[in-house]
């Protein structure tokens, strides 16, 4: 199993970037999976969700409205895109796999594989 993030880069506020992660040694509509990031001195907080059974889409409040989770089962990936990008978003992103028993998307123990981050940076 294994998960490559990519997409990050550095962009002014207000800019967009869309991040990608492709899933590897497991079919993408088995699982949920989701987005977390983590900049420095601050735990790692939980962005976005996309469950697997309904395909619904969940989202933090410091996020709705500017980010969309979504999936492509053909090429296994699932993509964030994230606009109207705010210095408070710069962060290291991560993708991961959600555990067959999710109850609260949000924790980060949720979830047992994680790709291995990357690193968005909004300027003001």
């Known amino acids: 199993v294994q998960l490559q993030a990519s997409g990050g880069g550095s962009v002014q506020a207000g800019g967009s970037l869309r991040l990608s992660c492709v899933a590897s040694?497991?079919?993408?509509?088995?699982?949920?999976i989701g987005w977390f990031r983590q900049s420095p001195g601050k735990e790692r907080e939980g962005v976005s969700y996309f469950r697997r059974s309904s395909g619904t889409t969940v989202y933090s409040e410091s996020v709705k409205g500017r980010f969309t989770i979504s999936r492509d089962n053909a090429k296994n990936t699932v993509y964030l895109q994230m606009n109207s990008l705010k210095p408070e978003d710069t962060a290291v992103y991560y993708c991961?796999?959600?555990?067959?028993?999710?109850?609260?998307?949000?924790?980060?123990?949720?979830?047992?594989?994680w790709g291995q981050g990357t690193q968005v940076t909004v300027s003001s």
């Open positions: 040694g497991f079919r993408l509509d088995d699982y949920g």
């Open positions: 991961a796999r959600g555990r067959p028993v999710l109850s609260a998307w949000s924790r980060s123990s949720m979830y047992d594989y």
